[in-house]
């Protein structure tokens, strides 16, 4: 009991802090940040807006396990759902209420997660987050962290390395068992040197 209580604790502690960092990131996000406050908004409305449908009576989805994320208008779908039809056509659903660029589905076929996988899932995604915001070489305002039944969802826009950064950094995190990289990934060009 005293093991939950610690852990539940340490969990609400944490998610504040990363609420305050967030916070104070904003407003350097705000002038310095690829990522625009529009688009910042359309990213949320765009997920709430799929998660109501979602929910409603006459949603074949209602009763299933969906976690749904946007960033920079490309939504990914993680949880789990009962059956591959249901999962094929889940995608053209989301589609059909949304209009996002891009749209990635990584339900599973198999049961709902349980509230504690949940919390756990809540607890690895907030200590990742914490190291993104540490490193020098990456703006962790660029990057969403999404985590589902221990796996790792990384959206965002980065160079390269700042990529294998956070990849690197979300597989030495205890707890994960898979990293999936959805990033988009930004190429500098040289300049051309003249004669």
Not at 58 to 74: A, C, G, L, W
Not at 107 to 118: E, G, K, M, P, S
Not at 161 to 177: C, L, M, P, S, W
Request: charged share 15%; glycine share 4%.
């Amino acid at each position: 009991m005293t093991f939950h209580i610690k852990f539940f604790s340490l969990l609400l502690l944490s998610l504040s802090l990363q609420g305050c960092a967030q916070t104070a990131l904003s407003g350097a996000q705000l002038a310095y940040n690829h990522y625009s406050l529009q688009n910042t908004l359309h990213d949320n409305y765009t997920t709430m807006h799929v998660n109501q449908v979602l929910q409603l009576d006459r949603s074949p989805y209602k009763d299933f396990h969906i976690q749904v994320n946007t960033f920079n208008n490309e939504l990914l779908l993680t949880g789990q759902i009962s059956s591959n039809t249901l999962r094929q056509q889940l995608t053209a659903y989301v589609k059909n209420i949304s209009d996002v660029e891009t749209i990635y589905n990584y339900t599973t076929i198999d049961r709902a997660t349980t509230t504690l996988t949940r919390m756990e899932d809540m607890w690895i995604a907030t200590k990742i987050s914490s190291q993104l915001m540490t490193a020098e070489a990456i703006n962790a305002a660029e990057i969403k962290v999404v985590t589902e039944n221990h796996v790792v969802y990384f959206m965002g826009i980065v160079t390269p390395q700042q990529g294998k950064i956070a990849i690197d950094i979300a597989e030495h995190t205890q707890g994960v068992n898979r990293v999936v990289d959805l990033f988009s990934y930004i190429v500098k060009l040289r300049k051309k040197t003249t004669l």
